[in-house]
Each structure stands twice: as structure tokens, then as C-alpha cells.
């Protein structure tokens, strides 16, 4: 029956992904969920069993596996390395986890680089050559994810990004969503891992032909990198110009503003000022703040940039940044990684059409 329904659907260009489906035995009785969390830095998928609907979930929340690969956003690598990627990840999850397309019964694919319906349909096409058709399939941008993550499932509230790129999304209780935000450092993802660094190195340069004031940043930055001269630092640049490679010099950006810095201090007062002003855009189009300003929304932080981990806490600063306007914004740092967000949403979206279906009988 299995190898009969496996052999039955049509398999993307690299079949020979699946090779490990005609030797995998099945667990009887257990269907399972996928959620995938797909960004410029990395891409993870995460394989649950279906669990009995109930007020409260289970914690620790029941994984099988975790598989992890590189960047999906097909802004970023182009459309055929992000589905080679994004299709790999699946089947390694599935593998560990000793199941096969045939357990599948939902899949929530949240991917950075979903921007609009076409990009959806475009993602939607392809994963349904993938999967036999009774699998429920959804395509989000990574932020609702990440929301998920902080709201174990229920889309209300705002999340905000702050790693390699940034976006600020944001969900009403009946529905209604806003982004502001993540539009790619072409566009100006201010605030971003890639934003604050490329800051950082123009400041360099800029120092060096006398544009711009000294800065630590320069003997910091050559020293991180193993460089000489302000002069080497552009080839360096332009030999791999990718957006996590560059994201990744920001803790130096941060040790320099906590040596006192004056640039790299500003850079980061800057951020802060940038990601607090994409939540209030999200805030007041949703009015998620209510008609005072001071409503209770969850506000849930993702993201290295904006992670506590120094002195100069950037994530800290938004939260202080917001709140003088919106006293009511709940910050959550997630104890679940976006992965698990995903899947839950695809938990949750499975389980209401099950409902659905049962009431039409």
C-alpha cells in the first residue's frame, strides 16, 4: 500500500531524494506534521506526530526530528537551489523520523522571500508534485513562524525579525495581517544583521579616504577578518557579497559600541529606532494597541540581532523603545524555534478543517 502510493506520485527533479522511501517501514498508526522555517541564513524542518486537539500541548512538545540546510530564499540563491534545498530538508526530516511522504498530513512551508499570492501559488504548485494529494499544504513568509513560536500556534500579535534581514509582521484575532519591513537591503532592511554591518564597513572606507570620523570599527573589523589594509577590505566585500557573510560582522559592531565607539554607537542607536518603528507601523494599522494605546498584544522577538547576549542589548533597547508608546506590548522570547511554529500552525490549520470536514458529514 505504501510503496504503491509513493510510486504514484510525481517527484521533482531530484528523485533520487525519496531513494530512502522504498526501504523505510512505516510506524503503524502514525501520521505526522512538517513545518519548515526557511531564511537567508539557514532552513529547518521539524516532523511532530499528530497530536489529539486539546486546550493544552505537551511540553516538551513531541519532535521526531530535525533536519537542517542551507538558505531557501529564492531572492537570495534563485528559484531551483531554494526547492532543491527546501525539498532535501523535508526528506531528511522524514527519514530520521522513519517516516515517508504517505504519513504526511499537513506541511507548513513559512519561507523569508514570500512577499506575495504569486510567490504562495508559485510554492503551492510545486509542493503538491511532491505530496499525495489529500496532504494540506501551506505557504507563509517566515515571519508568521516566528510569530508562532512565541504564541505557540495562534496567530495575534506582533513579531519582529532581526537577523541576517528584518520584518516586523503582525495578526488580529479575526484575521487581518500588516508587515513593514523586509523588503531586502536593496530596499533598506534597516536594522538587520546585513544593515548594521554594511553600515559598519562603508564607516570603514569612509574613514579611510577621509569622508567619515576615525572609528575603532576599522583596526576591529581588519583584525576580525584578517586583513591589512581599509584598501583590502572592498575586495574582501565584493568576493561574496552574501547577506548572512556580512550579517555575521555584527558582533563586532557591538563590542565596538561597548568599548564606547561613538560610530558604532550610533549605528546601533539607529537600529533600534528602525526595528521600533516597523512594530508601530504594524501596531497602529492592525490597532492592535486598541483605541488608548494600551492594549495587551504579544510582541514576540526573533532574531541574533536581537538577542541578550551582550551589554549593549539591541533587543532590550526596541522593547524600551516601544513600550513609551504601546505600554501594553508583551514581549515573548520564544522558548520553541520557528520550526516547531510552523508546524503547529500546520497542527492547528489541519485540525479546523477536520472539524470542518466532520461537520459536512
Given at each position: 500500500?505504501?510503496?504503491?502510493?509513493?510510486?504514484?506520485m510525481?517527484?521533482?527533479?531530484?528523485?533520487?531524494?525519496?531513494?530512502?522511501?522504498?526501504?523505510?517501514?512505516?510506524?503503524?498508526?502514525?501520521?505526522?506534521?512538517?513545518?519548515?522555517?526557511?531564511?537567508?541564513?539557514?532552513?529547518?524542518?521539524?516532523?511532530?506526530?499528530?497530536?489529539?486537539?486539546?486546550?493544552a500541548?505537551?511540553?516538551p512538545?513531541?519532535?521526531?526530528a530535525?533536519?537542517?540546510?542551507?538558505?531557501?530564499?529564492?531572492?537570495?540563491?534563485?528559484?531551483?537551489?531554494?526547492?532543491?534545498t527546501?525539498?532535501?530538508?523535508?526528506?531528511?526530516?522524514?527519514?530520521?523520523?522513519?517516516?515517508?511522504?504517505?504519513?504526511?498530513?499537513?506541511?507548513?512551508?513559512?519561507?523569508?522571500?514570500?512577499?506575495?499570492?504569486?510567490?504562495q501559488?508559485?510554492?503551492?504548485?510545486?509542493?503538491?508534485?511532491i505530496?499525495?494529494?489529500?496532504?494540506?499544504?501551506?505557504?507563509?513568509n517566515?515571519?508568521?513562524?516566528?510569530?508562532?513560536?512565541?504564541?505557540m500556534?495562534?496567530?495575534?500579535?506582533?513579531?519582529?525579525?532581526?537577523?541576517?534581514g528584518?520584518?516586523?509582521?503582525?495578526?488580529?484575532e479575526?484575521?487581518?495581517?500588516?508587515?513593514?519591513?523586509?523588503a531586502?537591503?536593496?530596499?533598506?532592511d534597516?536594522?538587520?544583521?546585513?544593515g548594521?554591518?554594511?553600515?559598519?564597513?562603508?564607516?570603514?572606507?569612509?574613514?579611510?579616504?577621509?569622508?567619515?570620523?576615525?572609528?575603532?570599527?576599522?583596526?576591529?573589523?581588519?583584525?576580525?577578518?584578517?586583513?591589512?589594509s581599509?584598501?583590502?577590505?572592498?575586495?574582501?566585500?565584493?568576493?561574496?557579497?552574501?547577506?548572512?557573510?556580512?550579517?555575521?560582522l555584527?558582533?563586532?559592531?557591538?563590542?565596538?559600541?561597548?568599548?564606547?565607539?561613538?560610530?558604532?554607537?550610533?549605528?546601533?542607536?539607529?537600529?533600534?529606532?528602525?526595528l521600533?518603528?516597523?512594530?508601530?507601523?504594524?501596531?497602529?494599522?492592525?490597532?492592535?494597541?486598541g483605541?488608548?494605546?494600551?492594549?495587551?498584544?504579544?510582541?514576540?522577538?526573533?532574531?541574533?540581532?536581537?538577542?541578550?547576549?551582550?551589554?549593549?542589548?539591541?533587543?532590550?533597547e526596541?522593547?524600551?523603545?516601544?513600550?513609551?508608546?504601546?505600554?501594553g506590548?508583551?514581549p515573548?522570547?520564544?522558548?520553541?524555534?520557528?520550526?516547531?511554529?510552523?508546524?503547529?500552525?500546520?497542527l492547528n490549520?489541519?485540525?479546523?478543517?477536520?472539524v470542518?470536514?466532520?461537520?459536512?458529514?
Amino acid at each position: 500500500m505504501v510503496k504503491s502510493s509513493i510510486s504514484e506520485m510525481k517527484r521533482y527533479r531530484n528523485g533520487e531524494i525519496w531513494d530512502f522511501e522504498h526501504e523505510v517501514a512505516v510506524a503503524a498508526n502514525r501520521p505526522v506534521i512538517l513545518g519548515l522555517d526557511g531564511g537567508t541564513t539557514s532552513t529547518v524542518c521539524i516532523c511532530m506526530p499528530i497530536m489529539p486537539f486539546s486546550e493544552a500541548l505537551p511540553d516538551p512538545l513531541p519532535v521526531l526530528a530535525r533536519a537542517v540546510a542551507g538558505c531557501s530564499n529564492h531572492n537570495s540563491v534563485g528559484e531551483t537551489a531554494a526547492r532543491e534545498t527546501l525539498e532535501q530538508v523535508m526528506a531528511d526530516a522524514l527519514s530520521k523520523s522513519g517516516s515517508n511522504r504517505s504519513a504526511v498530513r499537513a506541511v507548513c512551508l513559512a519561507v523569508s522571500g514570500v512577499n506575495h499570492p504569486t510567490d504562495q501559488q508559485r510554492i503551492l504548485t510545486w509542493l503538491r508534485d511532491i505530496f499525495p494529494s489529500q496532504v494540506k499544504l501551506y505557504v507563509r513568509n517566515d515571519a508568521v513562524a516566528a510569530l508562532a513560536c512565541g504564541t505557540m500556534g495562534k496567530l495575534h500579535g506582533c513579531v519582529l525579525i532581526a537577523g541576517t534581514g528584518t520584518i516586523a509582521y503582525g495578526f488580529t484575532e479575526d484575521g487581518r495581517e500588516a508587515r513593514a519591513a523586509g523588503a531586502g537591503p536593496v530596499l533598506g532592511d534597516w536594522g538587520s544583521g546585513y544593515g548594521i554591518a554594511a553600515q559598519a564597513l562603508t564607516a570603514v572606507i569612509r574613514a579611510h579616504d577621509g569622508r567619515g570620523p576615525h572609528t575603532m570599527l576599522t583596526s576591529t573589523i581588519l583584525q576580525t577578518l584578517g586583513l591589512s589594509s581599509a584598501d583590502e577590505l572592498i575586495g574582501w566585500t565584493y568576493a561574496d557579497p552574501s547577506w548572512a557573510r556580512i550579517a555575521a560582522l555584527v558582533p563586532v559592531v557591538v563590542s565596538c559600541a561597548e568599548a564606547g565607539d561613538e560610530v558604532a554607537n550610533k549605528m546601533l542607536k539607529e537600529a533600534v529606532q528602525e526595528l521600533a518603528l516597523s512594530v508601530k507601523a504594524v501596531v497602529q494599522r492592525l490597532g492592535l494597541c486598541g483605541a488608548d494605546g494600551k492594549n495587551y498584544f504579544p510582541l514576540v522577538m526573533v532574531g541574533g540581532v536581537l538577542e541578550a547576549n551582550q551589554r549593549w542589548d539591541i533587543g532590550k533597547e526596541v522593547v524600551n523603545f516601544i513600550s513609551k508608546d504601546y505600554p501594553g506590548a508583551l514581549p515573548i522570547r520564544p522558548k520553541v524555534e520557528p520550526a516547531v511554529g510552523a508546524a503547529l500552525l500546520a497542527l492547528n490549520e489541519f485540525m479546523k478543517e477536520c472539524v470542518k470536514e466532520a461537520y459536512r458529514r
